[in-house]
T-cell receptor
């Protein structure tokens, strides 16, 4: 079944550790996104990529980095995790970021707890 | 400033009844898109319905319809004939032009048997 795969499903991490959340899509979508979901705040955009080889900052990019070496993969890295990064992280994709009518398709999320 | 406002943190509806989930938005753009997503307790985000700012007709998808009132900047989701499986968090979202998608804080809907 076509879609977005995120790994791991959940993770408990010590503060200060480095962590990479993986995201792979098989829909050949050009645009990909990373969001964090926090209670009462909805989803907030961390970083995005319009196409392979390009990335951009969203609303809450500090403490996170991304790369887009190819169309399918869009990993999110926390270089030195802090407790405020405890959240549920969603990866999403759409055919084009420039099309306002394009819905985004989401992975199942990664629940990350920083202790 | 908050772009998307969902004023109902929680809503209850009796099974088989209709329910309206409120969403208001703030934009000065003429071109924008409005989306509703459903998040069941299992956690995944499911796209439900889309309304474009230039669309003259209200969007409908099965039991979902979007009550779009452009002058009031509201895009309320109407679910007809509620089912127990409709119990979930519902998020309203907007994309202005080529901008980022912004989400509201969500409304938790509980359908009572």
């Amino acid at each position: 079944i076509a879609g977005i795969t995120q790994a791991p499903t959940s993770q408990i991490l010590a503060a200060g550790r480095r962590m990479t959340l993986r995201c792979t899509q098989d829909m050949r979508h050009n645009a990909m996104y990373w969001y964090r979901q926090d209670l009462g705040l909805g989803l907030r955009l961390i970083h995005y990529s319009n196409t392979a080889g390009t990335t951009g900052k969203g609303e809450v990019p500090d403490g996170y980095s991304v790369s887009r070496a190819n169309t399918d993969d869009f990993p999110l890295t926390l270089a030195s995790a802090v407790p405020s990064q405890t959240s549920v992280y969603f990866c999403a994709s759409s055919d084009s970021k420039g099309r306002r009518d394009q819905p985004q398709h989401f992975g199942d999320g990664t629940r990350l707890s920083i202790l | 400033a908050q772009k998307i406002t969902q004023t109902q943190p929680g809503m209850f509806v009796q099974e088989k009844e209709a329910v309206t989930l409120d969403c208001t938005y703030d934009t000065s753009d003429q071109s924008y898109g409005l989306f509703w997503y459903k998040q069941p307790s299992s956690g995944e985000m499911i796209f439900l319905i889309y309304q474009g700012s230039y669309d003259e007709q209200n969007a409908t998808e099965g039991r979902y319809s979007l009550n779009f009132q452009k002058a009031r900047k509201s895009a309320n989701l109407v679910i007809s004939a509620s089912q127990l499986g409709d119990s979930a968090m519902y998020f309203c979202a907007m994309r202005e032009g080529r901008g980022d998608m912004r989400f509201g804080a969500g409304t938790r809907l509980t359908v009572k048997p």
